[in-house]
């Protein structure tokens, strides 16, 4: 017993030595493997699928090895950062042939090795940075990359870059080089790339230590076509800008300063420096502002070839201290785009906007703008702004709608006015001519008016509070109404030339092409995210549509009939009378119809409710004490048709009650109690009868009322056995045309024996003989019973 439970420890060991050795990622989908911040400390095996996306980022990993991709041969993206990585061997990388994308930033790599990257022949997107190297390698670390195109490098242990670094590079696009702590930089290793379109650099310690190195990583990367990012970096002096005038010199279109601290005087050093230059596009993102002395210059910068200015999130202590006209007025009277974005900006007075003549695009969002000031920088609709083609004053603190402020700009042509509070539109505005585009999404609006301008092509009016959207505007192309509670469609005659409809969010339960058909000229709508009711037009029109859906079939869920919910619209089957309710249940109807007088059809044919009214009379009969012989009140009961009852009368009747001795026969005509239910009658004097006296003829044939007698009698014979029936035949019958529906009779003719009335006057009396030793009883009493007639009931 010790020994099994020393094996199965053993065992458990084994099981758990072999988890901790390959854990498995259990955030795998489809072609990805995101297994981020999950504490691995080692590379998970492989999914069973062929994956190309593999994120191990935040994770403990230490080491990689050989055999940890081995099975990943497919990948084209693996995510590496932010491990503990110290060591790769070399031979780590060498199945990953398809790799494009390789991210190894912020790790503790101290040495980088070419072996690495041999078989990586399709690499095209490498990410070195933050590292503990203090070189690139040993030289001609990316010889191999022949179709890299982004690369970043550098950290804060990187010390040196030298010439052969980038041996064998070419056709690099992106650059992104953190020198935060550079000491030693070979003039002409990046210039040996050729030029590039995006260069980041982030040289804080650089720019403070040694101007003469910022100058020289400047000269290789400056050009024309390439666009300057400074990131992470210090500008508190005007002598931190000296190295700017490489750039100036080298034609450089675009500059971009992101995540910097400056002071004013470094920042109109910079723009002093930059006076005359070819500098088009300058952008100041993140960038905190030190408010110190600023001293004074004879001129202002002349910035004549400037035509888009940026500022986006400035962190200005202080701001409404910062002289933010005395920096931006040189540029603004020469650019045509100017973004001012999410920087607290809450006025420009009227006398400055009214000099921006070259501006086209102006966008002035996420700031602190009210209806006050805007005033002020509209000059109050009097003019100014000339050139204007398009403002942005989206997720300001506006509350009205002023299209006054506008009218004038006959070039405006775009006006973005989303994510302000209006509540409310005008009933009638004023608009420029010119006017396309007009955003209103994210307003609070409740309704619209004839206050939208009628030369409109796109409109959005997403996200609102809209119930419905009826306003006509003949040239409108686009109309943006999502997120609404929008029940029905607008009508699509107020928009002839409408192209595209995104009406996703709302609350539409239905539509099909016959909503869609009085947009002559719609080619894409996007209507997912409603509570669809699934009829069958719907799901049709959704499997068979003739606009192309800008959306994915799956928003288009269903909320009802249950059968279908919760399933996109698109693969909801529904029956046939779901789908043609009318005609299935016009069919239905129509089928129970035929079923019904079918049934009673057949019932009429085979006396179905006689019979089953017999069958109960029946059953009540046998409940009854069974009448002893003696106790009988008739020797026969008489079963014949109407139209024989002349023989019956006759010449029956008085031979057998009439002659001695005398017998009772029971007659429905005299012996019937009046009012009483004619089946009754019959099974009562069935059931008083010493016999049953049945007087055959095609008349009986073909009387209903001796089926029945017939019918009860046969249930008697079997029931108490006796020989109960005597068969009287009048005329001839062939028991082959006998009807099937006296298929009694047919039995009984079968097994009894009978009378036939005889043709010759000489066999009477024998005839007459027979019958009454075939009927009479002992002691037979006379009596006579009132009979009704029992064919013609």
Not at 453 to 465: C, E
Not at 526 to 533: D, M
């Amino acid at each position: 017993m010790r020994i099994v439970t020393v094996l199965v420890f053993v065992l458990l060991l084994m099981h758990r030595s072999v988890s901790l050795s390959s854990p498995q990622c259990h955030s795998c989908e489809q072609t990805s493997c995101i297994c981020s911040r999950q504490n691995l400390t080692t590379v998970p095996a492989a999914p069973p699928k062929l994956i190309t996306e593999f994120d191990l980022s935040f994770n403990r990993l230490r080491e990689i090895t050989r055999n940890d991709f081995v099975a990943f041969t497919g990948l084209r993206s693996l995510i590496l950062n932010n491990n503990r990585i110290q060591k790769i061997q070399e031979q780590a990388f060498v199945p990953l042939t398809e790799l494009e994308k390789l991210d190894l930033s912020l790790n503790r790599l101290v040495t980088l090795s070419a072996r690495w990257f041999e078989n990586l022949l399709s690499l095209r997107h490498l990410n070195l940075l933050g590292n503990k190297y203090t070189m690139l390698g040993e030289g001609n670390l990316f010889q191999s990359l022949k179709r890299l195109k982004i690369l970043h490098f550098g950290g804060p242990s990187l010390q040196s870059v030298r010439k052969s670094d980038f041996s064998g590079l070419s056709g690099l696009e992106e650059v992104v080089f953190d020198g935060i702590n550079l000491q030693v930089y070979a003039e002409g290793s990046l210039k040996q790339i050729g030029p590039m379109k995006y260069v980041t650099l982030g040289l804080n310690g650089t720019f403070c230590r040694n101007k003469t190195l910022v100058g020289a990583i400047l000269s290789d990367v400056v050009h024309p076509n390439t666009t300057l990012t400074f990131t992470h970096t210090g500008f508190f002096s005007e002598d931190q800008m000296v190295p700017f005038e490489v750039a100036r010199n080298g034609g450089t279109t675009s500059i971009i300063f992101k995540n910097v601290n400056m002071t004013l005087e470094a920042c109109m050093a910079f723009l002093y420096l930059m006076s005359d230059s070819n500098l088009t596009i300058l952008v100041l993102e993140d960038v905190k502002f030190n408010l110190r002395h600023l001293g004074h210059r004879g001129y202002p910068p002349h910035m004549d070839r400037l035509e888009t200015l940026v500022l986006k999130n400035l962190d200005v202590p202080q701001f409404y201290r910062f002289p933010v006209l005395f920096i931006l007025a040189p540029l603004l009277n020469v650019v045509r785009r100017v973004s001012v974005l999410n920087s607290k900006l809450f006025l420009i007075p009227c006398k400055s906007s009214a000099d921006f003549s070259k501006l086209e695009h102006m966008d002035v969002s996420d700031n602190l703008l009210s209806d006050l000031t805007l005033s002020e920088m509209m000059c109050d609709g009097r003019g100014g702004l000339w050139s204007l083609q398009t403002i942005n004053i989206s997720r300001n603190h506006l509350r009205s709608i002023n299209s006054q402020l506008f009218t004038k700009l006959n070039k405006l042509k775009n006006i973005d006015m989303s994510g302000n509070v209006f509540h409310r539109m005008p009933e009638t505005c004023d608009w420029p001519p010119s006017l396309q585009f007009l955003n209103l999404s994210s307003t609070h609006l409740t309704k619209v008016s004839t206050c939208l301008p009628v030369s409109l092509r796109i409109l959005d009016l997403s996200d609102n509070a809209l119930t419905f959207f009826n306003v006509e505007l003949p040239f409108l192309t686009e109309l943006h109404i999502s997120g609404n509670k929008i029940s029905n469609f607008p009508d699509g005659d107020l928009y002839p030339l409408l192209a595209f409809l995104s009406i996703q969010n709302n609350d539409l339960q239905t539509f099909s092409s016959n909503n869609l058909n009085d947009y002559k000229n719609l080619k894409s709508l996007e209507a997912g995210a409603n509570p669809y009711v699934c009829s069958c037009d719907f799901v049709a029109f959704m499997t068979n549509y003739r606009v192309t859906f800008g959306d994915e079939f799956k928003s288009y869920v269903c909320d009802s009939p249950d059968a279908v919910r919760g399933k996109s619209a698109a693969e909801a089957r529904l029956s046939v009378f779901e789908c043609h309710t009318a005609l299935a249940f016009s069919l239905l109807c129509s089928g129970i119809l035929v079923v019904f007088l079918l049934v009673v059809g057949l019932c009429h044919k085979f006396s179905v409710v006689w019979y089953v009214k017999m069958t109960w009379a029946w059953l009540r009969a046998k409940r009854k004490p069974k009448l002893k012989k003696g106790d009988l009140e008739y020797d026969a009961f008489v079963s014949y048709s109407e139209s024989d009852s002349g023989w019956v009368e006759a010449h029956l009747v008085p031979q057998l009650e009439q002659t001695e001795p005398p017998l009772r026969l029971c007659l429905h005509k005299r012996d019937f109690v009046p009012g009483g239910w004619i089946l009754d009658n019959i099974m009562d004097a069935i059931e008083k009868s010493h016999r049953t006296l049945f007087v055959l003829s095609q008349n009986f044939v073909r009387s209903e009322w001796c089926k029945y007698e017939l019918d009860y009698t046969h249930f008697r014979l079997f029931d108490h056995n006796e020989d109960t029936v005597v068969l009287i035949l009048l005329e001839p019958i062939d028991k082959e045309t006998i009807p099937q529906k006296f298929c009694k009779l047919r039995r009984v003719m079968n097994s009894r024996t009978y009378l036939e009335w005889p043709d010759i006057d000489d066999q009477i009396p024998r005839f007459w003989r027979s019958l009454r030793t075939a009927i009479k009883r002992p002691n037979t009493d006379n009596g006579n019973c009132l009979q009704f007639d029992n064919v013609d009931f």
